[in-house]
């Protein structure tokens, strides 16, 4: 590595954002979870070298010792933990929230409206959200992008829409 | 900022409206591929989706796409084909299970969802589904590379006698040909195998020419280039007879004749399917359009020059053939000690 | 030369000329749409082309697989999403170039790299055929293990945060990529009792989501406006193809070798040869991940040089190099020919006329590939309230599609999410791909080599160290992570002074 990479690699080092911490935390707690499914099959906790849970146990149980080096690295630097006002400040903002609770709402109700409806509703109400202005202009795009892919992914390649 | 410019042309707005109009209007017509109940007499009346439950390449999944065409001629309507590979088929099953019965989804498998009880999956077997057509029936070659020291079937079984569980032998998975052959020859022989498990005729073929395995047993379509070309050795075809295209290599039955009966009954099948309650008229048609397929000349050919076996079989003959091969190989996957579940529990009698 | 006269057929053949221009065109666009995958795209075309001769059908479907390897790194430039994995190391310094303003130098770049590769590839193809085929059926399931473990090992310890949350990333990778049924055994594993997860975590789906979607969260959040793009200097100069060649030749030499093995592809390739170019050019034109234009050479040549290694074990074996020629055996089986020894023997035309057809893809792909780069530029100019839309749109249907699911969907949307989290707190997300491509390698060829050591601790050892290639991937890692840690200093200021 240059000289340069290095200096790049010491300062993302000692640089912490808020909520790091915390999500820390949840990874340790997933990774516990896969942990626990993963002693259920056959593998180095059994005893047994070629199993399919061999390679789940190693990787898993290697995580988690990292994830614990990890933290301890944290402490070596000082960090303290922000409090959550700040980390969800530093997290979200309005247009993310909101765009993202639009795509989960899109997702739930693909299937009972089906894509051409959803897809417009959904094009429109996100580029409408994100920037109030020119509306008509929102709506021409929206269907218009729903039109080409249609025509894309159904007639050309065949693949199946919801 | 040309794009732009172009989105305000006024033309090329009226343009997009007038074929968003119209391909709504296309669109809701045939909205779904998820058809509700229709008319006697209809089917089909749109496209049917086809899952093969092997992988693209596979000789599943190459029989099914040379006999998709010739059955959407007879069908009417296109047989759109996906490949759903894993857990020896099991995925592809359980997603067409978890379609409608209509007709509209078909399944193209090969024989081992029969075997699922014993092999530890789930008991999804074919008596959740209804045979269309069995195509062929497939045989397979114990191979060796061609530095290999064993120049026949007996020095195999005599070396693996004497060496139990040290030969490599490479299988596809649980449950696939190799599998069975592996299975077969530890139940008549008592030639016991080291199994080392690859994913398909290629990763095997490459583990054997670069010798990690000393044997394995091929598909004959597979294997007949590389033994013709010096590559391989052939040492017997598990099946009663020769093998046409390969006809100077023995069969397993030249050298112990207890293997025959066990190779005569049925054999390593594939063919389409779809779940059972669909309805009457579906089925016939699509018998209709496969058998047909099946018929066609070019692809009897086909079947010849890759060492299959035609079969054709339909309705209760198809079912009987499955199930002889349900028990008998069951059977001697329990007997051989390979599954810890005894076929009884399933229901499957035994071989008489 | 036996067989030769078969170079020449598609050259003078019109009608297959223009089947293999609407080839790449196709497979460019396949590939640069994200959730539109080549190896779909030539699935689809087996069923099309089933009644057509084996020639225009192989015309097409060459067309599409060399078009398709390149079309991913459109949307990786533009968009920061990788149209297909062959693309992923594309976007590391190809969407920088498209924030400042370079998008069209970046295409420009990528497009000439991909045919500098796809032309050492056929190369190779054809004048080391048998000698590459051999070594790759040499190489052992243990050696494959060691090679995904030096290929980890090398991307987590060049990425610009910690190690350690590199081989975090990398672990969730491995273990995402394990969840679903066990293709030994057929049992779950990994799937917490949902039947539904038996199919596992599509890799596509999840590529989407931390790649697309994620980047798609995270401009939001950090109202990124759109960058004019400069569009006068497209075409590279050969002063910057001549500084580079040496780059190319080494990365277009990792992609073939890639190719080559069975069951490893162009997705590979590129993170591979792009974590070479990170170790090697050490005064890149600016930081690798800023914007290096050696950080988009690196990938885009040696995926496409993974398109003749492909070629090679599938034309001389029959085994395929990769998922596509996997598929295109399938295609020519279903034609009535075998590729194989025999073919080879029978009919050696075949092999030229592939060759040919190659080449032809190649230079139209240089044609097409360069057309369009200033209309595609402006793409990142769309203001962000229209485009983001339009890619999350475009995430959720390609996530669809893979195997008509909406739950495939919400994992999309999760890893989506989970890879906001990641870039938000540095946990670089390149050792998280390779990870995935990687775990099903690393689980399947480990339990091949451990039945190969008939499950003996000490025979899986000592094998390690007797058979030649492992031995040399094994020197390879050592001195790789050696070199990165602070004793290299003390040992390379040891042999100066002795030498001084």
């Given amino acids: 590595m240059s000289a340069k990479d290095k200096e790049m690699k010491q300062a993302a080092q000692s640089v912490q954002n808020p909520g790091e911490l915390y999500f820390l935390l949840i990874l340790f707690s997933v990774f516990a979870l896969f942990f626990y499914e993963a002693s259920k099959q056959n593998g180095l906790l059994q005893g047994e070298l070629g199993g399919p849970g061999v390679i789940p146990q190693l990787m898993i149980g290697a995580s988690l010792i990292m994830i614990v080096l990890l933290f301890l690295q944290f402490r070596k630097n000082h960090y303290k933990e922000s409090y959550i006002n700040d980390v969800i400040k530093t997290l979200f903002s309005k247009d993310l929230v909101a765009i993202l609770g639009t795509v989960v709402l899109y997702a739930l109700l693909l299937e009972s409206l089906k894509f051409i409806l959803t897809s417009s509703l959904f094009l429109f109400f996100s580029m409408a959200l994100l920037d109030r202005k020119k509306f008509g202009h929102k709506l021409m795009i929206s269907l218009a992008t729903v039109a080409m892919i249609v025509l894309i992914f159904r007639y050309i390649f065949q693949v199946v829409l919801p | ?266 054999g390593f099948f594939n063919g389409v399917f779809v779940k059972k309650g669909t309805p009457e008229t579906a089925i016939r048609k699509l018998k209709e359009a496969f058998m047909s397929a099946f018929n066609d000349p070019g692809f009897q050919e086909y079947a010849a020059e890759n060492g299959m076996k035609p079969l054709g079989l339909t309705g209760e003959e198809a079912k009987l053939y499955i199930k002889k091969w349900q028990s008998q190989m069951a059977w001697l996957i329990y007997e051989t000690g390979d599954s810890k579940v005894s076929p009884e529990k399933f229901g499957i009698p035994k071989p008489d | ?141 243990r050696d494959y293990v060691l090679l995904a473990i030096m290929g980890l090992l090398l991307v987590g310890s060049l990425s610009k945060g910690s190690m350690l949350k590199a081989m975090i990333t990398a672990a969730l990778g491995i273990i995402a990529g394990l969840v679903g049924m066990d293709p030994i055994t057929g049992q779950p594993r990994l799937n917490f ?125 029959g085994i395929p190099g990769d998922a596509v020629t996997a598929v295109l055996i399938g295609g020519m089986v279903v034609h009535g020919l075998r590729p194989g020894p025999m073919l080879m023997k029978q009919q050696p035309e075949f092999f030229w006329t592939i060759v040919a057809c190659l080449l032809i893809s190649n230079i139209f792909l240089y044609i097409f590939g360069m057309t369009g780069i200033k209309l595609f530029s402006k793409i990142v100019e769309i203001p962000k309230a229209i485009i983001t839309p339009i890619i999350i749109v475009l995430s959720i249907i390609g996530s669809y599609s893979i195997s008509n699911s909406v739950t495939d969907i919400y994992w999309m949307i999760a890893f989506g999410i989970l890879g906001y989290f990641f870039k938000t707190y540095d946990y670089p997300v390149a050792p998280m791909v390779l990870g995935l491509i990687l775990s099903p390698i690393i689980d399947t060829n480990y339990r091949r080599a451990m039945a190969l050591s008939h499950n003996n601790l000490g025979e899986f050892i000592t094998g390690m160290f007797t058979n030649t290639i492992s031995v040399v991937i094994i020197l390879f890692i050592v001195v790789s992570l050696l070199s990165q840690s602070k004793y290299w200093e003390k040992i390379r200021s040891g042999f100066e002074n002795k030498f001084k």
């Fill in chain 2, 1 to 266: 900022m040309k794009f732009i410019k172009v989105i305000k042309n006024k033309s090329v707005l009226l343009l997009s409206a007038a074929l968003i109009t119209s391909l709504l209007i296309t669109g809701c017509g045939n909205k779904t591929n998820e058809p509700t109940s229709e008319p006697e007499g209809n089917y089909p009346s749109q496209n049917i989706n086809g899952v093969v439950a092997w992988g693209a390449g596979g000789t599943t999944d190459n029989v099914a796409r040379r006999l998709q065409p010739l059955a959407e001629q007879v069908l009417g309507k296109s047989i759109i084909m996906s490949n759903k590979a894993g857990g020896a088929g099991i995925l592809a099953m359980q997603y067409v299970n978890d379609q409608n019965p209509d007709g509209y989804t078909l399944i193209f498998n090969a024989e081992t969802p029969a075997l699922y009880p014993v092999l530890g999956l789930p008991d999804l077997t074919y008596d959740e589904f209804e045979p269309i057509v069995l195509f062929t029936k497939g045989s397979s070659v114990i191979v060796v590379p061609n530095n290999s020291p064993y120049e026949n079937f007996d020095d195999l079984i005599k070396d693996a006698k004497e060496n139990p569980g040290r030969i490599h032998l490479g299988i596809s998975g649980v449950g696939g040909q190799p599998y069975m052959a592996a299975a077969i020859l530890k139940n008549i022989d008592g030639a016991d195998f080291n199994l080392v498990p690859y994913d398909g005729d290629s990763s095997l073929i490459t583990a054997l020419l670069g010798n990690q395995i000393q044997v394995t047993a091929l598909s004959v379509g597979a294997a007949t280039q590389f033994i013709k070309n010096g590559n391989m050795k052939a040492l017997a075809v598990m099946s009663a007879e020769r093998n046409e295209i390969i006809p100077e290599v023995p069969s397993v039955v030249e050298s112990n004749p207890e293997y025959k009966e066990i190779l005569t009954a049925s």
């Fill in chain 3, 1 to 141: 030369m036996i067989g030769i006269e078969g170079f020449l057929i598609p050259f003078l053949n019109l009608e297959l000329i223009m089947y293999i221009a609407a080839g790449v065109f196709v497979g460019i666009y396949v590939g640069a749409i994200p959730g539109l995958s080549v190896t779909m795209a030539v699935s689809i075309l087996i069923s099309f082309t089933f009644s057509w001769d084996i020639l225009p059908a192989l015309a097409v479907m060459i067309g599409v697989f060399v078009g398709g390897v390149y079309g991913g790194s459109r949307s990786a430039i533009l968009l920061n999403i990788p149209g297909a994995p062959a693309a992923v190391a594309t976007a590391f310094d190809g969407f920088p170039l498209a924030k400042r303003g370079e998008a069209g130098i970046a295409m420009g770049i990528s497009t000439t790299e991909s045919v500098i590769g796809t032309f050492f590839g056929i190369a190779v193809l054809v004048v080391a055929s048998p000698i590459v085929s051999s070594l790759a059926l040499k190489v052992s399931p």
């Fill in chain 3, 193 to 317: 009792g949902f039947d539904g997860l038996l199919g596992g975590i599509s890799f596509i789906v999840v590529m989407i989501g931390i790649f697309g979607l994620s980047e798609a969260l995270m401009q939001l959040r950090h109202n990124v406006q759109p960058v004019k793009q400069n569009v006068d200097k497209v075409r590279p100069g050969w002063d910057v193809i001549l500084k580079n060649l040496p780059l190319t030749i080494r990365c277009s030499l990792i992609g073939v070798v890639i190719g080559a093995l069975p069951g490893t592809g162009g997705d590979i390739a590129a993170l591979m040869a792009y974590d070479h170019a990170k170790r090697s050019v050490k005064n890149p034109s600016r930081p690798f991940g800023e914007g290096a234009i050696e950080g988009v050479i690196a990938p885009e040549s040696a995926n496409n040089a993974a398109i003749g290694g492909a070629f090679i074990p599938m034309m001389t074996l």
